[in-house]
């Protein structure tokens, strides 16, 4: 069974703090990995891609891949209230063509 | 403006109807994808196509069928073999399948039985 895994949350963080989600993947071969964020209600809006190991980053968010550990993290920093949603991770298969999805992270920011 | 449309937003399906899902996209992408997310749950892959007149099963098919007659446009069907239908549907698209080619996603069309 291939899955990715995610801390459903809530996780709560102050205003201007860093924001940090963690994500973990079963399969060995995934090539492609992507963090959605969803408001409640609405469809998801890709914020971050990653293919290869280390950081990238973009405005407030790093996106962190670590393929022998298995592990894809996004950084938010200086978190504001509109940062509050929930953040899916999704991984692309090796030799599939469709994204598997976590089950999200919810994230509230507190003013 | 370039985007990916779905309609209806909202629908309703009565026992033992079958009820198709509209997607339609204005990007030039070549692949297309359908989802559903239920509450709590992340998406789960139910079809998708890599080119016209083409589409696979992904991970959760059963109830559901395709079309992609055009490359715009890629319609689900809802059929009455779907016991549990109640979702939020997601229709996708990408330039092309696989690799690096994320993957961007239209607004919705939320299922409910009568």
């Known amino acids: 069974q291939k899955e990715v895994e995610q801390n459903s949350g809530p996780l709560s963080v102050p205003e201007g703090a860093i924001a940090s989600l963690n994500c973990t993947y079963s399969?060995?071969?995934?090539?492609?990995f992507f963090w959605y964020r969803q408001y409640s209600g609405k469809s998801p809006e890709l914020i971050m891609s990653?293919?290869?190991?280390g950081d990238k980053e973009d405005g407030r968010f790093t996106a962190q891949l670590n393929k022998a550990s298995q592990y894809v993290s996004l950084l938010i920093r200086d978190s504001q209230p509109s940062d509050s949603a929930t953040y899916l991770c999704a991984v692309m298969r090796g030799g599939a063509d469709g994204l598997t999805f976590g089950k999200g992270t919810h994230l509230i920011i507190q003013p | 403006d370039g985007g990916i449309t779905q309609s209806p937003k909202y629908l309703f399906r009565k026992e033992g109807q079958n009820v198709t899902l509209s997607c339609e996209q204005n990007?030039?992408?070549?692949?297309m994808y359908w989802y559903r997310q239920d509450p709590g749950q992340g998406l789960r892959l139910i079809y998708y196509?890599?080119?016209?007149?083409?589409?696979q099963k992904g991970d959760i098919a059963e109830g559901y069928s395709v079309s992609r007659e055009k490359k715009e446009s890629f319609p689900l069907t809802v059929t009455s073999a779907q016991k549990n239908p109640t979702a939020f549907y997601l229709c996708?698209?990408?330039?092309?399948?696989?690799?690096?080619?994320?993957?961007?996603f239209g607004d919705g069309t939320r299922l409910s039985i009568l």
């Open positions: 399969d060995r071969g995934s090539q492609s």
């Open positions: 996708a698209s990408s330039p092309r399948t696989g690799g690096n080619q994320p993957q961007h």
């Open positions: 990007l030039n992408h070549d692949a």
């Open positions: 196509s890599q080119i016209v007149n083409d589409f």
């Open positions: 990653i293919y290869s190991n």
